[in-house]
């Protein structure tokens, strides 16, 4: 028998929910603790060393070591915390978007043990959860924001804590994939994005890869393209490139490409708060950019630390209590996992 009905009702409104939060939806398995919008515990395995050698996740070996890793990383949140199980009084999981066998680990572990302690089970969207670590830094809503990871680009408006609405995202690729890709023929170990970053700091973005762009929405294949061919264009000629004015001059035009979207979204909607989430919110120019465009606009921009930017398990343990405090969200033990965002 499984009834939590009554126990998930009992939080509303409460701030000091104990929640365990679990991650899973790419290479990351991830878990932690917090009390409201304090944070009790953060453990993070990465996989990141055994996806190297592939030069990208594999989907297959990532729900493999998810399995190995999934038990283990929520007992030490829960010990690291210096609580007990029984002291949790929900349990939050990122259910989608990513990929479908490593989200399938977390929810089944998380079904498992809300169904074992008779706790609530509360689902939670990859991107909302992102969003929430900028809780951490005293942001309120209405905010808008940027997720910019290797699965995302998106900018959302936030009218409320539980209140998200899509402004525009990406129509192809990720700003974080073309990164990694563009490391990737540049001969850069994976994830390429640190690497990237750090040799455009010494470069000149002397270089346009895409003469005109549209400015009416965020696509990067097109930029990712015209990079790889100016790279193969040169090989071909048997010419050096500069390595780091091709890293510098990408960065500049990837970054002014989400930093537009994030300005107009702003302005259309009249937000004078700006947050970013997601890997790619690591990026030293992205940061700079935005904090000069908000500035000029007298808008106030928050920026996680980058442990909170890329995957974690706090974000994903506040968006569960973000959810209980309203009473929303509440997930069958039938739950499961989907590869894209429902309803998107
Ligand atoms: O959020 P995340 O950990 O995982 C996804 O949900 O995708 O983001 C990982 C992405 C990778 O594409 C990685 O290359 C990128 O974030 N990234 C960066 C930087 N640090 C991480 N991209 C550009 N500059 C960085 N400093
Ligand atoms: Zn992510």
Not at 113 to 126: D, F, G, S, T, W
Not at 133 to 141: F, H, M, Q
Not at 148 to 163: L, R, Y
Not at 182 to 201: K, M, S, T
């Amino acid at each position: 028998m499984y009834d939590v009905t009554e126990k998930f009702a009992k939080l509303k409104g409460k701030d000091d929910i104990i929640v365990l939060g679990l991650e899973s939806s790419c290479d990351e398995t991830a878990a932690a603790v917090v009390r409201g919008k304090t944070v009790l515990s953060d453990v993070i395995s990465s996989q990141a060393d055994i996806h190297k050698r592939f030069g990208g996740v594999v989907p297959e070996v990532a729900s493999r070591n998810h399995t190995l890793a999934a038990v283990g990383v929520v007992d030490e949140a829960i010990r690291s915390a210096g609580i007990g199980i029984e002291d949790v009084d929900a349990i939050a999981v990122t259910c989608e978007p990513g990929l479908i066998g490593a989200l399938l680990v977390g929810v089944s572990t998380a079904k498992s043990l809300a169904y074992a302690r008779k706790l609530p089970l509360i689902k939670v969207n990859h991107i909302e959860a992102h969003i929430c670590v900028n809780y951490l830094y005293g942001i309120e809503p209405p905010f808008i924001a940027l997720v910019a990871s290797g699965g995302h680009t998106s900018v959302i408006d936030v009218v409320g804590e539980n209140d998200f609405r899509l402004i525009d995202a990406t129509k192809d690729d990720a700003i974080g994939e073309a990164f990694d890709k563009v490391a990737r023929v540049l001969g850069l170990p994976y994830p390429g994005g640190p690497a990237v970053d750090e040799l455009a700091r010494r470069g000149a973005p002397d270089i346009t890869f895409v003469k005109k762009r549209h400015k009416d929405f965020i696509s990067y294949s097109g930029l990712k393209t015209a990079v790889i061919n100016y790279i193969h264009n040169a090989e071909q000629r048997g010419e050096k490139i500069n390595i780091e004015n091709v890293c510098a001059s990408f960065s500049r035009e990837a970054v002014d490409i989400a930093a537009d979207a994030v300005m107009k979204a702003a302005e259309i909607t009249g937000r004078n708060a700006v947050a970013i989430a997601g890997g790619v919110a690591a990026n030293s120019l992205l940061r700079k950019t935005l904090a000069e465009r908000a500035a000029a606009r007298g808008i106030k921009l928050y920026i996680p630390s980058p442990r909170y930017c890329t995957d974690n398990g706090v974000m994903v343990a506040l968006r569960g209590y973000l959810s209980a405090k309203e009473g929303k969200n509440l997930a069958p033990l039938n739950l499961n996992a989907s590869s894209v965002s429902e309803g998107k």
